[in-house]
Structures are given as C-alpha cells and as structure tokens.
C-alpha cells in the first residue's frame, strides 16, 4: 500500500465507513458486492488491476463506482483508464486538493444509496416472489388507497383488467373495473355488499360468481399503517367439501339415531316378549295345578277339555316364539305386519274360553255375529291386542264380573270392543293410560306392569289403526279397536 493511498484513507475519517483491504483478487471479488466505492492502484493502463476492473464494471452483483489510483498517470492516461470500466480515475497531484476528499466522501455516499436501494429491490423482489407463490390472488394497497402491487393471480383472475390493475390506481376504480368483469352491477344484490368491503377495506366477504364459483376476499392492515393486503382466494372446493362434510355428518348422526332407536326398540320388545309369554304360561300352569290337584276327581272329558286348553296355549306360545322372535324383528325391534286369511270367529273364541278357564268366575261373552268365516289379518298382532284387552278386564274386575266382547266388520275396518264392569279409571287420568309404566290410581293394591296397554297402542299405531277408551269409576272400562282391512 502506497503513501499515498494511505494519506486517502485517513481523510474522511469520522464518518461511519469501514476501509478493506484486498490483498488478492478473491478477496477484492468477495467485499466488491458489499462495497459503496472500491479504488484500484494502478500502475499503468492496461495493467492486471485494468483487466480486472473491466470484469467488476460489468458485474451486475456490483453498484459501487471504480476509481483507478495511479501516481505518476498523466491526463491522457486517466482518460484511458475510463476505457478499463473505471469511473473516475486520479493521480497523487489530487491527493494535495482538500476538497478531494470531498469528492472520494460524495462518491462513497452515492455508492452507499445505491447499496440500499439495491437491497430495497432485492427485498420488493423477494416480497413479490413470496406473494406470488401464494395460491392466492394478493393486492397491496399502500395507506392513500392506492394499488401497490398486484399478484400475476389476480390478474389472471381478472383478465380483461389485467393490464389495468397497475401501481397508483385507486382502490375504488380498481373495484369500479373488478365488479363489471365480474358482472355485479348496482342493481345486483351482491353489489352494495362488496362495495361496502372496498370502501372499508377489513374484514372478510364471500361471494358467488356467474361461473358457480365461490370467492373470499379478507383484507388485513400491514403494521404501522403502511397499507392493507387484500386476499382473493378460490373456495369453491372447499365449499364442496364443507357441504359433503356436513351431508356426511348429518348422515352419521341419523344412523346413530336410527342406531339409538332401535337399542330403544329392542328394549322395549324384550319388554313386551316377557310380558305376553306370561298368558299362555299362566294358562298352562293353571290349567296343569288344576289337573294335579284334583286327579281322582276330574272325569275323561274335563281332562280331554283342559288338555285341549293347554295345547291351545301351547300353540299360541308357539305361534308368538316363531312370529314375534323372528331374527328381523330381534334386529329392528319391530313387528312386521302379514295379513293372512283368518277364521276370526273360532280364533276369538279360543282366546274368550282360554281366559274364562284361566279366571273361573268371570263371565265373558262374546259377539262375533257381523263376521264372516274368513278375515284377512295378522293373526298375532290381533292376538296380541285381544288378549292384552281380555287380561286388563279380568285383572280389574273383581265384583259382579261381566266382560263382554264385540267384533264386527265393515268394508275398511276390523272393530273390536272389549268392556268390563269393573274399577274404572278417574277421567283426570284417561289421556295417560297408554303411556308406559302408568298405573291407575284405582288399581293400587293390583298387581301390573303397566306395559299392556301401552303395547295395544304401539300395535295399533304399527297397524295404522285407532284406540279409544271410555271409563268411569265404579262402572268399567270400555276399550274401542279398529283396524284398517286394506292398505296396510
């Protein structure tokens, strides 16, 4: 390093700059990106530091000038030096002018603005590059409303502005020009909404497109009231998505629904299994008690007569075992309907004798002339609902027993009426003596469930039929059934 040099760079001391030295060309080709000024010594033109300065001058990576530092160099070999790449080139005459170091601070100066500007664009292009690869369409608007930059997406988005959505356009002509591409006019629904958006610019909108697609615009404010970042992006998938999600959802929480009714059935259908069994166990059990008790005493056709009753009830278990626990109605806890040509008259007499054997001093009657021989029915739901009538007006009929029971027929409807001359229910609790579990408070002291009369009716509204009753108390009980003939 020459004196001279050394003189150079103790000048402008005080100022913030840092010197470097590069001893070789690796080094210099190193700091020469970073540098705001970079000064060559020289030894003649054409030497290796000129050849060297010619490839530095065409680096775009490099923003500082070139000076060339010759001490014996004339005006005409300075001028020369320019030929190299160099900026400005001196000799050591300039380094006694104290106003040269005015010039060497200018430059540095100079070098150091565009240093920073070339970090300013590196940085908008690292910004923009980072914008861009969002798959999103972005729109920066700088604090006075103004577009600032514009992603390659949202001109894509919007093609017939693209060459419009340019830096300084106002905001409002910008969404003046989005909102006619888009065909949303003033009389458009979705017009004073959006334009609501862009004057505000915050929040979020969705919208739909002439094209079925779906949009959402969000606006965010940049720190320090730089600006806003409006985000233009494309859900119309995600919007398919959501609503096959949801569909989905909903389809879920119905079959568990479905699945938490029939658990509930199921329940409800054992229930009501264990409760008819008893009938026709407590037939056979009564009518078996009879015979052991009285062996030496009951003749061959009182035998024959109670014998043909338990195989009666024994068929009517029977019946129920393959009817009522077929593996469809385990699985949904529900009867199936299958009418069947029936012979009513003796079907229904059977039932009356079985529970008049069963109960001794209770007088049933029954009328069954308005029937013909054959009626198309279920025969276990009618079995069901009969003998759940009969059994309700033994049990509840103590005094003076009479029950009486009527079965007629019209062109659409079975009727059958089942009425007691027994303890009655209060009037105050007539609209729940079908709910389950629910007892009168005239039968306290007799022994029930409080599941047969609530089984009537889940039979008779799976028949689609009606139910009434009438009842006083002291007077009886009254029971109405109809059931539909056709179109079951």
């Keep these: 390093m020459t004196l001279g040099l050394k003189t150079l760079w103790e000048r402008p001391c005080g100022h913030d700059i840092r010197f470097v030295s590069s001893k070789s060309r690796d080094e210099l080709l190193k700091e020469a990106p970073n540098a705001s000024l970079i000064i060559m010594s020289t030894e003649q033109a054409g030497d290796e530091s000129c050849q060297l300065a010619m490839s530095l001058s065409t680096n775009h990576a490099i923003t500082a000038d070139l000076m060339s530092f010759a001490l014996e160099a004339t005006l005409e070999e300075r001028v020369k030096y320019l030929t190299y790449g160099f900026d400005y080139a001196f000799s050591a005459d300039f380094l006694k002018f104290p106003d040269f170091r005015h010039i060497v601070l200018q430059k540095i100066e100079r070098g150091r603005a565009r240093l920073e ?32 930059f514009v992603t ?62 779906v949009w959402r615009v969000k606006a965010s404010k940049l ?54 069994f008893r009938t026709p166990l407590t037939i056979i059990d009564g009518h078996a008690q009879i015979l052991h008790r009285k062996a030496d005493e009951i003749g061959p056709d009182d035998i024959r007569k109670r014998s043909k009753t338990i195989r009666s009830a024994v068929s009517r278990l029977v019946t129920m075992m393959e009817g009522v626990l077929s593996s469809n109605m385990l699985k949904t806890g ?25 109960s001794r001093d209770h ?66 609790e007539l609209p729940r003596v079908f709910e389950r579990y629910f007892r009168a408070s005239t039968a306290t002291g007799i022994p029930g469930t409080g599941i047969g009369l609530s089984l009537v009716k889940d039979l008779v509204e799976l028949y689609q039929g009606k139910l009434e009753v009438n009842s006083d108390v002291g007077q009886g009980t009254a029971f109405s059934v109809s059931l539909p003939l056709s179109g079951v």
């Design 223 to 276: 720190d320090e009231g730089q600006g806003t970042i409006i985000t233009t992006t494309d859900i119309t998938l995600y919007q398919k998505q959501r609503q096959e999600l949801e569909k989905a959802t909903d389809e879920l929480e119905m079959t568990l629904q479905k699945e938490q009714e029939a658990s509930a059935l199921q329940k409800q259908f054992v229930n009501m299994v264990s409760h008819e």
């Design 117 to 148: 500007n070339r970090t300013q664009d590196e940085e908008y292009r690292r910004f923009k590059a980072s914008l861009s690869a969002s798959p999103d369409a972005i729109m920066v608007v700088d604090e006075n409303r103004k577009i600032f």
């Design 152 to 213: 390659q997406h949202y001109k894509r988005a919007y093609p017939q502005s693209a060459n419009k959505l340019v830096r300084g356009l106002d905001i409002a002509e910008a969404f003046a020009m989005l909102s006619q591409e888009q065909g949303v006019t003033p009389s458009d629904p979705r017009y004073n909404t959006l334009k609501s958006f862009w004057d505000r610019l915050e929040g979020m909108q969705e919208f739909d497109t002439a094209d079925g697609r």
């Design 334 to 358: 529900k009867l199936e309907i299958i009418p069947e040509p029936l012979n009513l008259k003796t079907f229904a007499r059977d039932l009356c004798d079985d529970h008049g054997e069963l």
């Design 363 to 428: 007088k049933i009657s029954l009328d069954c002339d308005g029937i013909p021989e054959t009626v198309n029915v279920d025969k276990k739901i009618v079995s069901l609902i009969l003998s759940n009538l009969l059994s309700n007006a033994i049990k509840y009929t103590k005094d003076n027993p009479q029950i009486s029971v009527r079965l007629d027929k019209t062109d659409k409807w079975l009727n059958i009426n089942v009425q007691d001359n027994g303890i009655g229910i209060p009037y105050d």
